[in-house]
């Protein structure tokens, strides 16, 4: 969501400087400065995979993480939080075709629930997913775009699954999950570069043109992609 549906703005840093501080971890520090480095790194991972990589034990990490979702959650509803340009039409657009579509994110249900609400998209779309909804395991594994498969039953198989996605953990999800357009958007976190080494199969200047390159793929290859579009978040 955040990067390719969700203008992040610089959300995900201001959350971890909050969750940093919980750990004891202050601002301008090396130790801050190291930490920040590796968050920027690892955008589109679930924040808790990231925290416990940070802070190595479980209650750290979960101290970590609901310091984080409480800082993010408190970002969203005082106002910072908006769609990216196109990205509902795009969502609109897509269903219209008769095409399911699903968002997912790294972040917590609370948190991801928070962000719906403020942008009015409850009733957008067909399944939001988050990490712990397919048994806790986030991106790069490709349990969550599996997971809105088997929910909605919306294809006969992997290869009518398109994903997009603004990092290289997005396209690494879509690849391992046999899905057979896997787009990267550059709205986010990562460049052409990098998502490209992830394994993307198309990239496109934003998720507004995710309809069209949809369009053109199943032309060009006669195939159809009926299943969801999953979304990424950081």
């Given at each position: 969501?955040?990067?390719?549906?969700?203008?992040?703005?610089?959300?995900?840093?201001?959350?971890?400087?909050?969750?940093?501080?919980?750990?004891?971890?202050?601002?301008?520090?090396?130790?801050?400065?190291?930490?920040?480095?590796?968050?920027?790194?690892?955008?589109?991972?679930?924040?808790?995979?990231?925290?416990?990589?940070?802070?190595?034990?479980?209650?750290?990490?979960?101290?970590?993480?609901?310091?984080?979702?409480?800082?993010?959650?408190?970002?969203?509803?005082?106002?910072?939080?908006?769609?990216?340009?196109?990205?509902?039409?795009?969502?609109?657009?897509?269903?219209?075709?008769?095409?399911?579509?699903?968002?997912?994110?790294?972040?917590?249900?609370?948190?991801?629930?928070?962000?719906?609400?403020?942008?009015?998209?409850?009733?957008?779309?067909?399944?939001?997913?988050?990490?712990?909804?397919?048994?806790?395991?986030?991106?790069?594994?490709?349990?969550?775009?599996?997971?809105?498969?088997?929910?909605?039953?919306?294809?006969?198989?992997?290869?009518?699954?398109?994903?997009?996605?603004?990092?290289?953990?997005?396209?690494?999800?879509?690849?391992?999950?046999?899905?057979?357009?896997?787009?990267?958007?550059?709205?986010?976190?990562?460049?052409?570069?990098?998502?490209?080494?992830?394994?993307?199969?198309?990239?496109?200047?934003s998720v507004a043109a995710?309809?069209?390159?949809?369009?053109?793929y199943e032309a060009d290859?006669?195939?159809?992609?009926?299943?969801?579009?999953?979304?990424?978040?950081?």
């Amino acid at each position: 969501m955040a990067g390719t549906t969700v203008a992040d703005d610089g959300l995900v840093e201001q959350a971890f400087s909050a969750a940093a501080r919980e750990l004891g971890v202050e601002p301008d520090s090396p130790e801050h400065a190291d930490q920040l480095g590796y968050v920027r790194a690892t955008m589109g991972e679930s924040k808790i995979s990231v925290f416990r990589h940070l802070y190595g034990t479980e209650d750290r990490a979960q101290r970590a993480n609901e310091a984080f979702e409480a800082a993010y959650g408190a970002l969203v509803d005082a106002g910072h939080c908006a769609p990216l340009p196109g990205a509902r039409e795009a969502i609109e657009e897509l269903t219209a075709q008769g095409r399911t579509v699903a968002l997912s994110t790294g972040f917590a249900r609370a948190t991801q629930d928070a962000i719906i609400a403020a942008l009015g998209w409850r009733d957008l779309v067909a399944l939001t997913l988050c990490p712990s909804d397919v048994g806790g395991r986030g991106r790069p594994y490709p349990d969550m775009v599996l997971g809105a498969l088997l929910r909605t039953h919306a294809a006969d198989g992997v290869q009518q699954i398109a994903v997009a996605g603004d990092t290289a953990y997005d396209m690494r999800s879509g690849r391992r999950s046999g899905a057979s357009l896997v787009a990267g958007v550059l709205t986010g976190a990562h460049d052409a570069r990098r998502l490209r080494a992830a394994g993307a199969t198309h990239v496109l200047d934003s998720v507004a043109a995710l309809p069209a390159l949809i369009t053109a793929y199943e032309a060009d290859s006669g195939a159809g992609t009926d299943a969801g579009t999953a979304g990424a978040a950081p």
